[in-house]
Every structure is written in structure tokens, then in C-alpha cells.
């Protein structure tokens, strides 16, 4: 399935209050209260959740001496989940990403009509169908629980040795390795509610894009954006395309919904420089902003092009938006020859461009900028996107006074996550994606960048939430769980030869909101430790607890 455009800058303030409105009173009495409403909902997820139920069932209920979590219908769980969802009122936070009023993703929408499933969420009462056509998409829980509000009366948090013996037997599976770590917290306290080895540090592949985004986020802002500019030297009349870090720069004609276009950059260029009679050019491109190598230490590699200040479509070699594929060696050069290309197609001729630096008296003539980084980082975190992660890493450490290289980035990073208070004992940053296997971080410190993200001090860090993948619908997950938690689970995932990781957030049988980190090293079968992270996430949905 290919992944809708992100649009997280369009907000949906109006759908947040009336869900608000509504969801309010429910949270009293959550599953009697909300079963009439979710009953469309409930029918579709049904058969997932009753082989979630069945495939976690032996390490939930044959726990001894442990108290046996109650046995809790799957409607109750549905309504559970689907209740502690996106109650956050415009007063706390504004809604981000592609969410309709209760946190569904547009995507849910494209892949239940792709599959022709019925049911759903009716998405404000306009979902866009007709009686020929498919229903509106079967609902995932919303992305958040109401966070610290007076009407949240979901049940306590599960209990650690209940936890423990539904988590314990799963992650020693041998599928994981001689070396893995857990936690799982409870984001609205905080409270730390299972550790194995959480506070060891191992290699996180790409969960490390969690601590990215919170560090450039927390740096920059939510509504900072990255700005492509064509300037004018007045005496020379030397044309400089002067990159801005912006990674989703595009040349292609649909900008994907937002994007910053090379086209309307080119085309307004090429209107300022008519006005001022100059027809012909010397075209040159700056890409000063990044230092140091461009080269990422795993050398060329088809997940990721040279780091540069100045790219187009990411450097991809074809029509593709997200995953591997060969990439050009010279970014900065391309994106300037398309350019030059498209100046030509509105009368401007131009030299064969080569590198330079705008001075402080060029005129800027025209410029284009990124959506919000809001956007950024959930298209980098849903797509685990490593060009833009490497460009925030980047983006961190200009912002900081760090010098803009993978050193200098790592640093910015550290940097960052320290003023939020984060425990960083073992943390080690390389890069900003992950690829360095000499990254480390230990799951106490993921959980803890999830919990910071939902912390309602802290409404410029949701997008880390927002931008998940989600579980059977979305990014690097869309395929997995379908026959499991689908839509419950939101996790970011790591994969390098040897290690697999899954990192995120979910909503317990109990309506609890609780954040997780499971890391493993020394795997020898990627698909199997895979699926028993994957069984593991489905485990922690399934279980009551308490």
C-alpha cells in the first residue's frame, strides 16, 4: 500500500472539540457508555482482536500465584481502547497529522476501500462513499489518551508482576537473541511498570529517529520550516540556489499535497529576474549550511543519500517517496541542473552550475519553504524516513551552535535530550537515522522520550506520537499485525543485520495509555524476531492487568 501525503499542518479543530464534547462524559463508564457508538467499529476489528485474545491467551491467564487479570469481552476491549483515545480538547493541544475527529489516519480510510471491508468510523458523517461504493474504513483507537484530565477514569495502571509474567516467557523466546532489554510505562504517571534490563544500553538501529524528532522539535519549534532560496548577486548577476536543509525539496509536478516545489521556486525566480530585464544568467548553488561529509559512515547505501544542504526528491533515482532505492552522488549538483532546466522552460538561460556561496548582498528574488517540522517528523517517523532524519540531526546542531556533520549532530541531540531532563546513561548518538550501528540507547530512555512526548507541558513534542506507524494500516507497519492488535499498536521499528527493535505506545484492555521499548541484539532471524516483538506488543493490548 502506498502511504497518503501527510497534511499534519491542516488541523482539525472543529472535529477535536465536538469529539472532546462527546468522549467527555463517556469516560465514566467507559464500555457501557460507548458500546452503541462503536458498534460498526467493533464488528470489523472483531476477528483481530478475538485471535489477539486467543493467540496471548495461555501467557495471560495461566499465570500462578499471580493474580489472573480479569477476562474482558472484546467489545469491552474495543471500547476501552477506542474511549482513551484523542480526548485531549483544543485547550491542551491542537490535533496533528492526517486525523479525523477521533485520531483515525486517512490511510485507514484508502486501505479499508483497497480491501472492501465495511464498518468504521463515518468520519464527521461525510465519508465521501456512496451505496455502490465501499464503507468508511474500520476504526483504530485514537493516537492519545486524555492526558491528566479531571474526566479520565480509566482503571489503574496494570501491575508489575502480572506484567511480568505475560511479558517475561515472550521476550525470552530465542528468536530474540542472547541480548534484549524491555520497559513499559505509564505515560499519563509516568511510572515505570515493567523493566528487563531497561536501563542497559544497546545498538537501537532506527528507534533512534524517537530521539531525533523529540531533540529537533524541542530545538526548533513545531512550526519551524526549512526554506529553499534563489538570490541574486547585484553586480555579478550570478544566480545562487542556496539550500535551506530542506530534504522534501520537490521537482515533480504534484508536490505531494504541501511540499516545497523546485517548480514555483524556478518560476517565480525566473518572474523577479524579467522585471529586472536580465534574461541570462551565472547559475551557482550553496549548500553551505551542513559541514563536513556528506558520506554516511555505512558509505553508499540505497536507504540513504549523501547529506546535503540542498537536495531534490530526496536524490532518488525514480518516482518513489519512501524506501530504498539508488540515489545520485552529487545531490546538490542535480537538484541545480533541474532547476536550470525549469528556469529554461521560462526563457532563462543559464551557465552549467557549480558551487558558491551567497554573500550578504544578494537579493533574495523568490523562495520556497517545508511545511511545518511538525510534518516533517511524522512523515521521517511513519515512513522511518532517513534522509529527513540526518536533516534534523543537522538542523539540531545549527540551531544549537553545534557544528552541522554527523558528529556535531549526535552531539546537538545529547544535548538537547539532557535539558529535557532525559536519562541518557548509555545513550550514544552517531547519526540521526539509526544506520550508525554504533549508536546506543537503552529502553528506559525510549519510554521516557514517549512519555515526554505526551506530556501535556510538552504539546510541541507530539508529533513523535502522531507520527507512529500504525499497526496494520500505516508506514513500516503496514503489514504487520493484521492478524493481531491492528490499529492499537503505534510503534516506530529498528532492523540491522542482527538487531531488531519496536518502540511506541498502546492502549490496554483497561484503557490505559502505556509506552514501550523492546531492543534485541545477536538475532539470527530477522523475520522471527520480528514476530515475536510483534507478539509481545499484541500481548501488553490484550492484557487487563490490574
Not at 483544543?90 to 497529522?97: D, F, I, P
Not at 463515518?122 to 451505496?131: L, N
Not at 500504525?470 to 540491522?496: E, M, N
Request: proline share 6%; aromatic share 4%; glycine share 10%.
Amino acid at each position: 500500500m502506498v502511504v497518503p501525503e501527510l497534511r499534519p499542518w491542516r488541523t482539525a479543530r472543529p472535529h477535536v472539540v465536538r469529539f472532546a464534547n462527546a468522549v467527555r462524559p463517556r469516560l465514566a463508564r467507559a464500555a457501557d457508555a460507548v458500546r452503541p457508538g462503536l458498534t460498526r467499529a467493533t464488528d470489523a476489528v472483531r476477528p483481530y482482536l478475538a485471535r489477539t485474545v486467543a493467540a496471548v491467551k495461555p501467557q495471560v491467564t495461566g499465570l500462578a500465584r499471580i493474580p489472573r487479570p480479569k477476562v474482558v469481552k472484546t467489545w469491552q476491549y474495543t471500547a476501552g481502547a477506542a474511549t482513551a483515545g484523542l480526548a485531549l480538547a483544543a485547550t491542551v493541544a491542537t490535533a496533528a497529522g492526517p486525523w479525523d475527529s477521533t485520531g483515525q489516519r486517512t490511510a485507514e480510510r484508502d486501505r479499508a476501500a483497497a480491501l472492501e471491508q465495511p464498518g468504521g468510523t463515518d468520519h464527521g458523517g461525510d465519508s465521501g462513499t456512496t451505496d455502490s461504493a465501499p464503507h468508511p474504513a474500520p476504526s483504530a483507537a485514537s493516537v492519545l489518551v486524555g492526558l491528566g484530565g479531571a474526566g479520565n477514569s480509566v482503571k489503574s495502571a496494570p501491575i508489575g508482576t502480572a506484567l511480568a509474567g505475560v511479558l517475561d516467557p515472550l521476550l525470552g523466546t530465542p528468536a530474540l537473541g542472547a541480548h534484549h532489554t524491555a520497559a513499559v510505562v505509564d505515560v499519563t504517571t509516568g511510572k515505570r511498570l515493567y523493566d528487563a534490563g531497561a536501563g542497559t544500553a544497546l545498538t537501537p538501529a532506527s528507534t533512534t529517529k524517537i530521539a531525533t524528532a523529540v531533540a529537533a522539535l524541542s530545538a526548533l519549534g513545531a512550526d519551524h520550516r526549512l526554506t529553499t532560496r534563489a538570490a541574486l548577486e547585484p553586480d555579478t548577476k550570478e544566480l545562487v540556489l542556496v539550500g535551506g536543509g530542506d530534504p522534501t525539496l520537490t521537482a515533480r509536478t504534484d508536490d505531494g499535497g504541501g511540499w516545497a516545489s523546485l517548480r514555483e521556486l524556478a518560476g517565480e525566480t525566473a518572474a523577479a529576474l524579467k522585471k529586472r530585464d536580465i534574461t541570462t544568467v551565472t547559475l551557482s548553488y550553496d549548500k553551505t549550511l551542513y559541514a563536513g561529509s556528506e558520506m554516511h559512515p555505512i558509505g553508499v547505501n540505497d536507504n540513504l543519500a549523501p547529506v546535503s544542504a540542498l537536495m531534490a526528491d530526496e536524490a532518488r533515482t525514480d518516482d518513489s517517496t519512501s524506501g530504498p532505492v539508488a540515489r545520485v552522488s552529487d545531490p546538490a549538483t542535480e537538484a541545480t541542473r533541474t532547476f536550470a532546466k525549469l528556469l529554461s522552460a521560462h526563457g532563462i538561460k543559464t551557465t552549467s552550475p557549480g558551487p558558491s556561496k551567497a554573500t550578504g548582498r544578494a537579493e533574495n528574488l523568490a523562495e520556497v519553504s517545508s511545511p511545518p517540522l511538525s510534518a516533517l517528523v511524522e512523515r521521517m517517523l511513519t515512513n522511518s524516513d532517513n534522509d529527513i532524519a540526518e536533516a534534523l540531526a543537522r538542523q539540531t546542531a545549527v540551531a544549537t551552535g553545534q557544528r552541522a556533520d554527523f558528529a556535531g549532530g549526535g552531539k546537538a541531540i545529547s544535548a538537547q535530550l539532557k535539558k529535557l531532563g532525559l536519562p541518557l546513561s548509555g545513550a550514544d548518538f552517531h547519526d540521526g537515522s539509526g544506520l550508525d550501528r554504533a549508536d546506543r540507547l537503552t529502553a528506559e530512555v525510549l519510554t521516557a522520550l514517549l512519555v515526554k512526548a505526551g506530556a501535556p507541558a510538552h504539546p510541541e513534542l507530539r508529533p513523535v506520537l502522531t507520527g507512529l506507524p500504525v499497526a496494520g494500516f500505516t508506514g513500516t507497519l503496514t503489514s504487520r499485525y493484521t492478524d493481531g492488535a491492528a490499529g492499537i499498536v503505534r510503534a516506530k521499528t529498528g532492523t540491522l543485520t542482527g538487531v531488531n527493535a519496536l518502540a511506541g505506545t498502546v492502549v490496554d484492555q483497561d484503557g490505559r495509555l502505556l509506552a514501550f521499548a523492546f531492543l534485541a541484539s545477536d538475532t539470527t532471524d530477522s523475520a522471527a524476531a520480528q514476530s515475536a516483538l510483534d507478539r509481545t506488543a499484541t500481548a501488553l493490548a490484550a492484557c487487563g492487568c490490574g
